[in-house]
């Protein structure tokens, strides 16, 4: 299953990045770089949707994505080297 989830990249003051979801207020993870810290999304999404079945609540409605019904919007962020 595929998941649409906007997030909120922030750099702290101390150095590293923390990201954050309107969607899904549970979700939250950082990196030391920006790019550590969208790798580590992966694992705080699943680890939330394992609470969330846990707890038998439905995810937010619409963040569910099928590949099956056709083309996906994707934004992401690229760094360049």
């Known amino acids: 299953m595929l998941y649409k989830i906007p997030l909120v990249l922030a750099p702290q003051p101390e150095g590293g990045f923390t990201i954050t979801s309107p969607a899904l207020p549970e979700l939250v993870t ?7 810290a969208l790798s580590n999304v992966r694992d705080a999404l699943a680890a939330v949707i394992e609470t969330y079945q846990d707890l038998g609540r439905p995810l937010p409605s619409g963040i569910a994505q099928s590949v099956d019904n056709g083309p996906l919007w994707l934004e992401t962020l690229v760094g360049s080297p």
């Open 30 to 36: 950082e990196g030391d770089t920006a790019d550590e």
